[in-house]
């Protein structure tokens, strides 16, 4: 098997991300992380009337974000990486939004 | 063509790493299939956990009251300690896929070792939380459920528990496969297996172990930190 | 070296040398190989014994349907009949056996690839199936099921008593299964294309299993923790879909339908994929608006998940979400519609070969059609108050899944044989199979669409004394069917032996997969091709064989 020129130039754009994260960061996030919880606990013990859920629920995302990016090296990957993120959660929303649009427009009577 | 040639690939890469498979062309392809397929799994992790939150959402709106009061039920003290300890867990996590891309085999063997460890105590504290619930009577069936403080919502309650030991358990079920991973993957790094050159490995148990985590980031407040609409708190 | 080539791809591996079948012997090479070719013939036989199993039902009811009253089942024991066939048909036959058998096999190969980007998990979903199929086949055994493929709650949780358990966990099993497939395709379609191969230049066989693997991945898991949910349920026996505690049955429907209907396209889309293979191949064309082609697979894929409560009008959902539902079902009808008009196109004043592979691709085209529009039928609100839970929707579907996936798997099965098996099998034998299969099919179910519109229920056992007409011509037109589907059983697994050898290619097709040896090397290519053409590139390859000709 002679031509192995052929094999060896396409291959040189699969090179790994070799990026290694600063310690600092990790720290960091790590503080942020920790800061999270105890902010959620903290707003679940007073009254906040209908901001309950939607702060408990922003507080949450934040911290899965910052998982994501940091801890899980999304903000270095492949744009590919990215739209696989974005679109699992955006087809779970389908799921939430077209179920919700039955149970919430129930009680909208045409009678 | 003859048989020499079959086997031909094999020599076609001179400094052929031990863990590079015949079929990929270099270790940076490997590399990236082998994340893209983990993100892959990842997205059916989200839509399989995202189903059961979905109908916990529906009822969560359909019968407030019965969720306050149940989440009341929780212990959250609990819930915060092991929300802190899977947090830890994953920058330990984190840090043994750094170590393992400066080629510090001790370091990563020591990170992976604590990930174990918090992981450990964040299972034993679910088991603890479990025993209670089941002391207290909180167990849906018939024979095993036996709260009836407020009998007017109990049936809601008994809904609620029933989607709290679906979702912690097969949250907890998630844990204990990748302790069990963990485990393997200790040896593997003990060995000397992980590098700059190859530690996609390391990598790929780190995204699960966080996904692990960021289910745990949703479940804590949905599950133990719900105010009641009406202002009374247990 | 038999038959015509074309570009510069080096022909390797010359007939008599070794293959992927010959390489290694035994029992074990074969239960332990990563080799996606040796994984592909697994699921070959373990696919068609589901076949046979599920096409048994289907006879066993169809013999109770001769007469109006029920005489040779008990009710209970139909009950099981249909849904043990609904189950296997669909989990274990029309889901896997596309992609699982004809993907496996030929997608690496015309991506210019070794092999899958994960062969252990290949073959690991390989043994879930079996897995998955052991404890169905157990389930069967022990007594079977009754509660229809759909599990409906709160029959399939509170009152049933047959082993709901067991086979909804056979069917959490082999979502995985599927889920692993899926997975698997994707990747490999991502990282492991031949230099040169750009996604214009894919066949679009690839684009529609690309598709179909972000169906499998995006839809599966949520049937799996709605099964998980409804065993918990079962198992402790009060639950989540129970409305005695507020649980909301419908809320299962719901769930069950976000996997349900997208696995129609599961289904679908990979047989519209053998059918654009099909038809450039035997038309000597490009197919026309190959890019259309290429993105309605995956607007069908992505349209496929908005609308899946269509299967809930009746169920007592809000009527301003049905409207909704309705209104984005027809929309699916677009890129299924756009796929049909172009391969009419590409028919058009083409030199049509009229092979076994074309001919049931050309009752592909038109059976799919009519399940398509009967589909809209269905998806117009009103109408499907009056059909609802009939024949004609049980005509509609099979028209969709028999008559669409069916069909091209057949179409798929006869085109890549020679390239499977290296030998060719007898056309005769074959074109007379194919006309039995779309004879037999359409007086099979026809009538069934006629019996819904006048009313007859679906899964009864007996019905009323004016539809037996209709029924025996059905169980007629099935018998006719099940003819057409043992045949090449028959002249298929004859030609292993005694058919004449295919060569390189047989078809004079163009795609990678023509162009190494039938059957292939255990690598596929000798060495890497290297793209520079595009998919389908006949003018090109007409081309050459005029100068061949001259020379
Ligand atoms: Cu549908």
Redesign the interface.
């Known amino acids: ?1 002679a031509d ?1 020129s052929v ?2 130039h ?2 040189s754009d ?3 991300t ?1 990026h ?2 600063p ?1 600092w960061q ?2 960091l ?2 503080f942020a ?2 800061v999270g ?1 105890v902010l ?2 903290v707003a ?1 013990r007073f ?2 009337g209908m901001w ?2 939607p702060i ?2 922003f ?2 995302t934040v ?2 974000t910052l ?2 990016l ?4 999304v903000i270095h ?2 744009r ?2 990215w739209v ?2 974005i ?3 955006l ?2 929303g389908v ?2 939004v077209l ?2 649009a039955d ?2 427009t129930r009680s909208w009577s045409l009678y | ?1 003859s ?1 020499t ?2 086997h ?2 094999a020599d ?1 890469h001179p400094p052929h790493h031990p863990f590079l ?3 990929f ?5 490997q ?7 983990m ?14 939150l ?2 916990y ?3 969560r ?3 407030p009251a ?1 969720w306050a009061e149940a989440a009341s039920l929780q212990n ?1 003290q609990m819930g ?1 300690i092991n ?2 300890v899977l ?2 867990s ?2 330990t ?3 043994a896929v ?1 170590a393992s ?2 080629g510090q085999r001790m370091g990563t063997v020591v990170m992976l070792v604590l990930t174990l460890l918090f992981g450990g105590i964040f299972l034993g504290v679910k088991g603890y939380e479990y025993s209670v619930h089941f002391h207290e009577g909180l ?4 024979q ?2 036996t709260w009836h403080e407020n009998p007017a919502l109990a ?2 309650v ?2 609620f528990m ?2 709290y ?2 979702m912690t358990g ?1 949250h907890a079920i998630h844990m204990v496969i990748g302790a069990g991973l963990l485990l393997w993957f200790i040896r593997r790094a003990w060995r000397g297996d992980f590098g ?1 050159e190859y530690y ?1 490995p390391v ?1 790929i148990m ?2 699960y172990w ?2 692990v ?2 289910v745990w ?2 479940l ?2 949905f599950l133990y ?3 009641s609409a009406g ?1 009374h708190h247990g | 070296m038999s038959s015509l080539t074309l570009h510069d791809v080096r022909i ?3 007939e008599g ?2 293959n992927y079948i010959n390489d290694e012997y035994g029992a074990l090479s074969w239960l332990l190989t990563k080799d996606h070719k040796r994984i592909a013939i697994l699921y070959l036989i373990s696919i068609t014994i589901m076949f046979l199993l599920g096409g048994s039902f289907a006879v066993i009811m169809r013999v109770e349907l001769l007469t109006p009253e029920g005489d040779l089942l008990t009710s209970d024991t139909y009950n099981k009949m249909f849904t043990l066939h609904g189950i296997v048909m669909i989990f274990f036959f029309l889901i896997p056996v596309i992609p699982a058998i004809l993907g496996n096999f030929i997608l690496p190969i015309q991506l210019g ?7 252990k ?1 290949n073959l690991l979903s390989w043994y879930l199936y079996i897995f998955a199929a052991a404890v169905g086949l157990y389930v069967i055994i022990t007594g079977g099921v009754d509660t229809g493929w759909t599990f409906y709650t709160p029959f399939s949780t509170q009152y049933s008593n047959t082993h709901v358990i067991g086979v909804t966990f056979a069917g959490f099993i082999a979502g995985f299964s599927s ?1 692993l497939t899926g ?2 395709f ?3 379609i ?3 294309r031949a230099p040169g191969l750009t996604w214009y230049r894919l066949p679009l066989f690839v684009w529609a299993l690309y598709a179909t693997s972000v169906v499998m ?6 049937l ?3 099964l ?2 409804l065993m ?2 079962r198992f ?5 879909f129970n409305p ?5 049955p419908v ?1 299962y429907q719901h ?1 069950f339908w ?1 996997y349900s209907h997208p696995a129609v396209y599961i289904m679908i889309l990979p047989a519209m994929g053998v059918a654009s293979e099909v038809v450039a191949a035997f038309t000597r064309k490009k197919i026309f608006g190959y890019r259309f082609v290429a993105f309605s697979s995956l607007g069908i894929a992505f349209l496929g998940f908005l609308v899946w409560a269509h299967h809930l009008f009746v169920a007592g959902i809000s009527v301003y979400s049905a409207l909704i539902f309705a209104f984005l079902s027809f929309f699916v009808a677009v890129p299924s519609a756009i796929k049909v008009f172009n391969w009419t196109a590409t028919l058009y004043k083409a030199s049509v070969s009229w092979a076994t592979p074309m001919l049931y691709i050309l009752g592909f085209i038109g059976l799919f059609t009519i399940g398509g529009v009967t589909g809209l039928f269905l998806a117009a609100l009103g109408l499907d108050i009056h059909v609802h839970d009939t024949y004609f929707v049980v005509a509609h579907f099979h028209y969709v899944m028999v008559g669409g996936t069916v069909m091209a798997y057949l179409a798929g099965i006869h085109y890549w044989w020679p390239k499977i098996t290296g030998r060719m099998y007898n056309e005769f034998w074959a074109r007379l199979a194919a006309l039995l299969v779309f004879v037999g099919f359409n007086l099979t179910f026809f009538p069934q669409f006629i019996l819904g519109y006048l009313g007859m229920p679906r899964r009864y056992h007996a019905y009323a004394p004016e539809f037996q007409v209709l029924n025996v011509m059905s169980t007629a037109g099935a018998s006719i069917l099940a003819v057409g589907y043992a045949l090449p059983l028959i002249y298929l697994g004859f030609s292993l032996r005694f058919g004449r050898k295919a060569g390189v290619n047989p078809w004079g097709a163009v795609g990678l997969e023509w162009t190494t040896s039938s059957p292939p ?3 596929n290519f ?1 060495e ?1 091709p290297v793209v520079t053409w595009d998919a389908y590139d006949y003018p090109a390859m007409m081309k050459a064989v005029g100068e061949t000709q001259n020379v």
């Open positions: 098997m192995i094999t060896e396409h291959h699969h090179a790994p070799h290694v994260t310690l990790y720290l996030v790590f992380l920790a919880t959620t606990v679940s009254d906040l309950n859920t408990a629920l507080i949450a911290k899965a998982v994501i940091f801890f899980m090296h990957s492949t590919l990486t696989v993120v679109g699992s959660f087809w779970l799921l939430f179920t919700f149970y919430l | 063509m048989d040639t079959l031909a690939h076609e498979q015949h079929h062309e270099d270790l940076g392809q590399h990236e299939a082998s994340t893209l397929g993100w892959m799994f990842l997205t059916t992790e989200i839509l399989f956990f995202g189903g059961v979905c109908a959402w529906i009822y709106v359909m019968y019965a959250w915060a929300t802190i947090i830890i994953s920058l996590m984190a840090l750094r891309q400066l167990f849906p069936g018939a095993t459920f049936p809601q008994q809904l029933a989607f030991f679906t097969l700059p996609a990598e780190g995204l966080h996904f985590d960021i980031i949703f804590f407040p930190l719900i105010h202002g | 390797t591996g010359a040398s070794r690839a070794k092999d899958f980007a994960f062969p998990i889920i997975l698997n994707i990747v490999t991502h990282r492991m991945l995006l839809a599966t898991p949520v799996a923790i709605t998980v949910m918990f349920e402790t026996g009060i639950g989540i005695a505690i507020g649980g909301d809320l769930m976000f090397p255990k690598h000798e890497t």
